[in-house]
């Protein structure tokens, strides 16, 4: 059993597992850069290492800085949260074969996965259905062009390692093509250190739906149904939910099934997420697997009643899972958004600078995981999230309205962030109702839209204000007959 567990990572996703370890009566430690030697789940850690200076080049991203500190300090494990070194099978290699538990599937199967090329390899014999493409890295202008002629246009160009939009280009004709791959190509070798790509039919509105798989080293693999993943900006998720409004339960249980076969094709323990894109025509399509937890994973713990993170300890100690696949449900609708630093009025460029003001929304179905607090200033080093705001409720419908609640109680003062358009999202008719994609900003959202909501919140707060101000007034003008109070309420005369 574990006693004592790094978690090499920061912020937020620091703060929840340490939160589940402390419940399973596991001692923590927390690592830091000099950029956060002051934040909460450093404060929060039973103890801390710093391990180095504030970019995470010379800190989170050096393997040997934070196993060095799990032996330093007698930790048996290491969580890696996600993001830095989470997908790096060099790196859960490295933590092994220091004596170290990793709480993550297998170096072997985070090589398999790791790579999109690979993953597509691993799962062609289990008949799971792949977007027209190749399954090889494209060697050359000439090569590619004759793929995408076969293919047909318009076409996509993808980084095998990696992801996050990087390494990522759209050719809708041939005369664009020898420009776009130069620039995947670059792209990939600068962000990743690999520069191959391959080359698939893109999808023309496609919807983004993940399936949360489960697995332990006793041959037990589940999924814990859908996460709709389709609101984006540069292909990055900003709002995520679950269950998806648009899955019948036959369709669920298909993409569930596909979903464990890619798992299983990996021989995966531990938490994973696969990847589909959905088809107008309902029809879908493997993308990729990631071989971590996912920063939306709350949404899916909301309608299952598992804390994902417990169960990750609880297999990498050798546990079997503690659920089987006939004892999940969906309970409800959960949606979660993204709270960047980022200015969504200009093209969400992100921001810096100091928490002025940080007021957290609360109430029922209410939950912030975040990791700063008043006051801290957003670095420049790392991800620009600040935090995620999920709701839970019985419905979608419900759901929508308590995130709207939500964020109009979510106080943030000092940098821009991605609230406004939150919000902006929920009201639009075509989230309402379901009727979306991923290209959802590209068709709905423009900056000067924000500025007209704004406006419009402003000029109902003055009538507000002007129709108190006057039932004020009315108030004290009164003749003292004791007939007139504010508001509606009146005061009954005393009977005679």
Known sequence: MIKKLLIANRGEIALRVMRTAREMGIATV????????????????????????????????????????????????????????????????????????????????????????????????????????????????????????????????????????????????????????SMAVSEAKSAFGDGSVFIEKYLASPRHIEIQIFGDRHGNIVHLFERECSIQRRHQKVIEE??????????????????????????????????FLLDENKKFYFLEMNTRLQVEHPVTEFITGIDLVREQIRVASGEALSFRQEDLRVNGHAIEVRVCAEDPAHDFLPDTGTLHRYRRPQGPGTRVDDGYEEGMEIPVYYDPMIAKLIVHAGDRKSAIARMLRAIGEYEISGVSTTLPFCRFVLKHPAFASGDFDTHFVSKYFKPELLQEAKEDEMEIAAIVAVMAFENRSRSSLSTGSGNTFPGRWRRRERPE
């Open 30 to 181: 927390a690592v830091y850069s000099d950029a956060d030697r002051l934040s909460p789940h450093v404060l929060y850690a039973d103890e801390a290492v710093c391990i180095g200076p504030s970019p995470s080049s010379r800190s989170y991203l050096i393997p040997e800085s934070t196993i060095n500190a799990a032996l330093k300090t007698g930790a048996d494990a290491i969580h890696p949260g996600y993001g830095f070194l989470s997908e790096n099978a060099v790196y859960a290699r490295k933590v092994k074969d220091a004596g170290l538990i990793f709480i993550g599937p297998d170096p072997e199967s985070m090589e398999m996965m790791g790579s999109k090329l690979g993953a597509k390899a691993a799962v062609k014999k289990f008949n799971i259905p792949m977007l027209p493409g190749t399954d090889r890295p494209v060697e050359n202008a000439a090569d590619a062009k004759a793929i995408a002629e076969k293919t047909g246009y318009p076409v996509l160009i993808k980084a095998s390692a990696g992801g996050g939009g990087k390494g990522m280009r759209v050719v809708h004709q041939a005369s664009e093509l020898e420009t776009e791959m």
């Open 242 to 275: 679950a269950p998806s409004s648009v899955l019948t339960p036959e369709l669920r249980a298909e993409m569930g099934r596909c979903a464990v076969q890619v798992a299983k094709a990996a021989n995966y323990s531990g938490a994973g997420t696969v990847e």
